[in-house]
């Protein structure tokens, strides 16, 4: 019952899906080993879309996947990208940065970012064409997998927020988290190259957003998920 309620309330930080009730209180920080479960469960779905628009042209059928994606995740992730862009790229101090991370609105930066991200996506996994759901369940989960690990390793750039509130994952859910995201990624044809390059990615995202910010936050993660995820599905289309 513990783990079934820590899944649910993973779910229900990380999308807009029905989870049911919970049964106790469950801190935020205990659900990160069930990040990539929910990953995959998002992907599922976006895959199975894919699939019903298969007869589209490509480009479309993918942007039917990507917008299924959005309903189901409320744009979180590429809320969290579009913020980052922002203040990494309109603040000139780290304060300012934060500050503008913080607004509501969408500079010209963040809605840059978006778009690339967004056509990026679409065009890639209207590329995979019969491999949509396997690719989309993998990269779901694996670019959701290692996020409680950069929490662990990297600093908090704020003292609040959801960021700061999820960075409580203990040992065992890091590693659960990071196994269940990889296992999901290497076992699909070409994953390895993928999940090296995502780690990368993901790597990389964490050390820009330490030197702009001083750490990671909930933006950074989920720029982190989406670069992650677009990048992963490059090496699977290559």
Known sequence: MSRLDELRVAGMLLTRLP???????VPIGATGWAWPVIGALVGLIAGLSAGVAGDLPEIAAGAVAVAIGLLVTGAMHEDGLA???DGFGGGATRSRKLEIMRDSRLGSYGAAA????????????????????AWLIATGAASRGFLPLMQALMPQARAEGLGARAAGTGRDGIAVAAIIGAVAL????????????LAVVQGAVAMLARRQIGGVSGDVLGAAQVLGEIAALAVLAG
Do not use: E, H, N, T
């Open 114 to 133: 978006l778009c690339l991200a967004l056509v990026a996506k679409a065009a890639l996994i209207g590329a995979a064409g019969d491999a949509a759901l």
């Open 83 to 85: 913020d980052c862009a």
């Open 186 to 197: 290497a076992v699909v044809p070409g994953g390895l190259g993928a999940l090296a390059l």
């Open 19 to 25: 989870m049911g009730r919970v049964a106790r209180k």
